[in-house]
């Protein structure tokens, strides 16, 4: 099809209003309101403005489209169609078991590079996208992101447009469907585009407002954005449910299919079968490499020496850096405080700097590693669920990065519970197959900080502010569902299991109860999930009773993950939790392990009452 003949363009237009109906029609379900809005905007980009090598979607050179407005799938289906990626056989099996044609779009089509879905995403992202193109890949590729009016309100959306214009994100296109409804009503600002136009401008965007059912005036937007030289904002004022006159702008209708499906097929003007020949990207070379990879050589720690796990992740991150040229540093104002400032004084051109603004921090990264780079995201353990959503769906999205909280539990002392990451671990734990790391010393970071770099999926590698002794020699090995057996023997009572900080109270909990001739085993379960069922089923078979203990509410913790150990087979032994069950005030960092129990003292305690009761009942 030629890309600027008006006529064919609204043909296409009506294709991919019908076939986004036809979508919705099939599955029963969908949201073909919200795709009919957007259509002449995606057919003009599709046509014109769009480049893509659509015989190999991995070329490194190829635009970036993201639908922020996720669910308007039907519409990027519709679009998939039209380019040739999606046979109109397949276009019918939307929502159907099986399909890539998900309700939301993940990346199970190639023309999908990250899921979205949960509004405020899509934006973020494609600064990360963006940054990719400008400051890694160094590829003029566009990244455009088609937005909904109601997901303006989400803040993520404005930490991404304050961001993206601090960094001349130039070659970011940000398309606003301002089709005046929501999903129960009518939107903020309805159809007043100077409204958007004025706060987007304020954080230093370009800021086209256009009628978004005139091709010409769409055509014009695009080409401007092209030339600019700053992120643009196109705020297209649309009609949901336009062209299909039972549904066009009327309240009630988000979120299902139209009431009459075959009549508004009819009404668009039928099936058809228009065929695009995307634009391709020039071939002008290969993405940016920084240096050949080399072998990981982390600073090695003494034996005795004494070393915060953040300072060791920090100096190994570094490392890793001079190993790999496709690992990331992202931070969002702490890097004083995580130690990601190793890795930002000896890697400046790939060290990222969010300032406070965690949700574009993690956002960034998702976009980022769907180029292929490997991004480390660090923030106190407490602040990192402020982008949870985004960790969500990024699993969802099949997406692979790492992520460090430090200040981790009650052990980082006075500053108090608003500091203290006490639930990390359960959020982390329950995102889809994801990797939690919590070491104990230096030499254990540093091993675990290369791992994470292997693994597929989200790692999560949890660290401490305060210093602790190196029990490790520098080459012991360390992998991703290991532990390590500290203390054992025939006569052992009972087993202590522990991680982080808590490995060395349960080691000096073992020396306590050494002296009063008690001999007890002691685990170091630096790998949350996956875990080590053998080791602890060994541990339960020989001892009877699993004491664990944790900095981190007893929820979802270091506890329970034990606890899961034994759910697919064999007796669970006596289990006993010890945990943060409290709110924690401001207090030493010593003071707080003993006031909730966790220090050795504090677990020495717990064996004996134990064992007493063991005792009373005849059975030691």
């Known amino acids: 099809m030629a890309t600027g003949n008006p006529s064919k363009l609204a043909g296409l237009a009506r294709q991919l209003r019908v076939d986004s109906v036809r979508c919705a029609e099939v599955a029963g379900s ?29 070329n490194p050179q190829n635009d970036h489209l993201i639908f922020s407005k996720g669910h308007a799938s039907p519409l990027l289906y519709a679009l998939n169609k039209a380019a040739g990626i999606v046979s109109d056989d397949e276009l019918v099996t939307y929502r159907a078991l099986g399909s890539r044609l998900e309700g939301h779009p993940t990346p199970s089509l190639p023309t999908v590079d990250v899921a979205t879905g949960s509004l405020g995403q899509g934006l973020p992202i494609g600064v990360g996208l963006a940054l990719s193109g400008k400051l890694l890949d160094r590829l003029p590729y566009r990244t455009w992101v088609l937005c909904g009016d109601s997901e303006l309100a989400e803040g993520s959306m404005w930490e991404a447009f304050e961001h993206a214009a601090g960094e001349g994100l130039d070659k970011l296109t940000a398309i606003v469907d301002v089709n005046r409804l929501g999903q129960r009503g009518p939107t903020r600002y309805g159809w007043d585009t100077g409204a958007y136009a004025r706060r987007i401008a304020a954080h230093g965007w370009h800021t086209v407002e256009i009628d978004g059912h005139d091709l010409s005036q769409i055509d014009q937007a695009y080409a401007e954005a092209l030339a600019v030289g700053r992120p643009t904002a196109v705020l297209a004022r649309t009609t949901k449910g336009a062209g299909v006159a039972e549904v066009a702008d009327q309240e009630g209708r988000h979120g299902k299919p139209l009431p009459n499906g075959r009549e508004a097929i009819a009404e668009l003007g039928g099936i058809s079968d228009i065929w695009i020949d995307v634009p391709e990207p020039e071939y002008l070379a290969p993405p940016h490499q920084f240096r050949a990879p080399a072998d990981y050589e982390p600073q090695p720690y003494e034996v005795g020496e004494e070393v915060a796990t953040r300072t060791a992740f920090g100096q190994a991150l570094s490392a890793l850096g001079h190993a790999r040229p496709d690992v990331l540093g992202l931070d969002a104002e702490v890097a004083d405080s995580t130690r990601m400032e190793y890795f930002a004084k000896e890697h400046p051109d790939r060290f990222f700097q969010f300032f406070i603004a965690e ?6 990264a998702v976009g980022m590693q769907s180029r292929g780079w490997v991004p480390y995201v660090a923030t106190f353990a407490a602040f990192m669920t402020r982008a949870y959503d985004f960790i969500r769906m990024a699993a969802i999205g099949n997406a692979n990065m790492c992520l460090i909280g430090s200040h981790a539990g009650v052990e980082i002392g006075a500053d108090g519970p608003s500091q203290m990451g006490l639930e990390d671990i359960a959020l982390m734990r329950a995102v889809h197959s994801s990797t939690v790391l ?3 010393d230096a030499n254990q970071t540093a091993a675990l900080v290369g791992a ?59 020396d306590i109860l050494a002296e009063e001739g008690v001999a007890v085993r002691v685990i170091d379960l630096y790998s949350i999930k996956p875990v080590d069922v053998f080791t602890l089923r060994q541990a339960a078979q020989e001892t009877g009773c699993l004491l664990t203990v944790e900095d981190h509410r007893p929820e979802g913790g270091l506890g329970d993950a034990v606890c899961g150990a034994f759910m697919t087979g064999g007796p669970p032994p006596v289990m006993i939790k010890l945990a943060v069950h ?12 003993r006031t909730c129990g966790i220090d050795r003292v504090g677990i020495a305690a717990a064996a004996r009452a ?8 005849g059975e030691l």
């Open 30 to 58: 969908g949201h073909p309101t919200s795709s009919l809005s957007a259509a002449d905007l995606m057919a003009v980009l599709l046509a014109k403005y769009l480049r893509w090598d659509v015989s190999d979607m991995t």
């Open 438 to 440: 919590h070491p104990c």
């Open 359 to 364: 949700q574009q921090m993690v956002a960034a």
């Open 582 to 593: 409290d709110m924690p005030g401001s207090a030493t960092p010593a003071e707080q392990l």
């Open 610 to 617: 134990y064992l007493a009761e063991l005792d009373a009942t």
């Open 452 to 510: 994470m770099a292997e693994q597929r999926g989200i790692s999560y590698l949890r660290t401490c502010r305060g210093d602790c002794p190196v029990i490790y020699h520098y080459d012991e090995e360390f992998y991703v569902g290991g532990s390590q057996v500290l203390r054992s023997s025939p006569d052992d009572a009972l087993t202590i299991v522990a991680a982080g900080i808590t490995v060395h109270e349960a080691l000096g909990a073992a």
